[in-house]
């Protein structure tokens, strides 16, 4: 079992910036893909990010350019990096998590990121 734990979500003013947090418990971390969700009520939840077991990334068209995803092994955490932050980015922002060739997939309970004049 795999539990997710996001933190970070805040008020903000656009063009700022927020660092979400995902720390994962248990063990065998490494063998995690970690992704980055978010979803706006009234809406279709939405990809944001994603780094695989070997480090590589991959990003939703909303994130592109603006948002970076890295992952720690030493912590169990993943993190996303949001910079020039808009209006349309506000949502909650979930992690999520599976490994490679299995279906079983693990979630936070999401941190409300807030962007706002």
């Known amino acids: 079992q795999v539990q997710l734990e996001e933190s970070g979500g805040d008020f903000v003013q656009p063009g700022g910036s927020l660092r979400l947090s995902c720390v994962a418990s248990?063990?065998?971390?490494?063998?995690?893909?970690m992704n980055w969700y978010r979803r706006t009520p009234g809406k279709q939840r939405e990809f944001v990010a994603r780094?695989?077991?070997?480090?590589?990334?991959g990003y939703g068209d909303s994130a592109q350019g603006r948002f970076t995803i890295s992952r720690d092994s030493a912590k169990n955490a993943a993190y996303l990096q949001m910079n020039d932050l808009r209006p349309e980015d506000t949502a909650i922002y979930y992690c999520?998590?599976?490994?490679?060739?299995?279906?079983?997939?693990?979630w936070g309970q999401g941190t409300q990121v807030i962007v706002s004049a």
């Open positions: 999520n998590a599976h490994r490679n060739g299995l279906n079983r997939q693990y």
């Open positions: 248990g063990n065998m971390f490494e063998s995690l893909v």
């Open positions: 780094i695989g077991t070997f480090g590589v990334t």
